[in-house]
């Protein structure tokens, strides 16, 4: 599992992680895209938003390799945001390459840094 070194730990002043700390010897859980309901707890929506702009501030339009992120978190923005960049693709693998869409990302996040 590749670790993303300089990736922040989790949504400064909250336990909302973003990372892990090591493999799961099971396999990695499988991301799955979440339904983000318009009636969320304004924490998650702030999770969302700082987790976005830390993949953001870190990958860019880059392709990335999943690693140790959170699978969690990454499934409140899979499918929408955060795309697979390969194909076939396995949700369940920490080689797994995935993408942000910018354009979906400016819409679901317009007040995010570095988009316009």
Do not use: C
Not at 101 to 109: A, G, L, T
Request: glycine residues 8%; proline residues 9%; hydrophobic residues 35%.
């Amino acid at each position: 599992m590749e670790k993303h070194r300089g990736f922040p730990g989790r949504l400064p002043g909250t336990d909302f992680q973003f990372v892990l700390r090591r493999a799961n010897k099971d396999g990695a859980t499988p991301l799955t895209a979440r339904t983000r309901y318009p009636d969320r707890r304004p924490p998650d929506r702030r999770a969302d938003a700082g987790f976005m702009q830390a993949l953001w501030d870190h990958f860019g339009e880059e392709p990335f390799v999943r690693g140790n992120l959170d699978a969690g978190r990454l499934s409140w923005l899979f499918g929408r945001e955060v795309v697979p960049a390969e194909d076939p693709f396995d949700p369940a693998s920490y080689e797994a390459m995935l993408r942000i869409d910018v354009d979906v990302v400016r819409q679901s996040f317009p007040d995010l840094d570095g988009l316009s």
